[in-house]
């Protein structure tokens, strides 16, 4: 079992920027943040792999930067120029499990997840 536990959600005026953290227990593979708006599906945001392999949502790029500290085994979500749409709870997600990069954001690959942290972002 993994343990994943999110911080630094918060609400932040519309260009703003929050910085996500995603703290694990243990060393995993490929990491992702995933966000979701009640009542719609959980979206991929970005995923980094062992490789630092990374895969954006076409939504953040640009604005987004996913990066990690494996000494720390903390995941890391830099959002800068934020928008209103931007609004939802994220969520850490971890798997060791291998795939294609272009899946890296498919919500099914992973088995571990965080509880959240929610990001306001108001214009």
């Known amino acids: 079992q993994v343990q994943l536990m999110e911080s630094g959600g918060g609400s932040v005026q519309a260009g703003g920027s929050l910085r996500l953290s995603c703290a694990a227990s243990?060393?995993?593979?490929?990491l992702a943040w995933f966000r979701q708006i009640p009542g719609k599906e959980r979206e991929g945001v970005a995923a980094i792999d062992g490789s630092s392999r990374k895969q954006y949502a076409d939504s953040v790029k640009g604005r987004f930067i996913i990066s990690k500290d494996n000494a720390k085994n903390t995941l890391y979500l830099q959002m800068n120029s934020l928008k209103p749409e931007d609004t939802a709870m994220y969520y850490c997600?971890?798997?060791?499990?291998?795939?294609?990069?272009?899946?890296?954001?498919?919500?099914?690959?992973?088995?571990?997840w965080g509880q959240g942290t929610q990001v306001t972002v108001s214009s």
């Open positions: 243990t060393y995993t593979y490929r």
């Open positions: 997600a971890a798997t060791s499990q291998s795939a294609v990069v272009l899946a890296y954001l498919t919500a099914s690959g992973y088995e571990f």
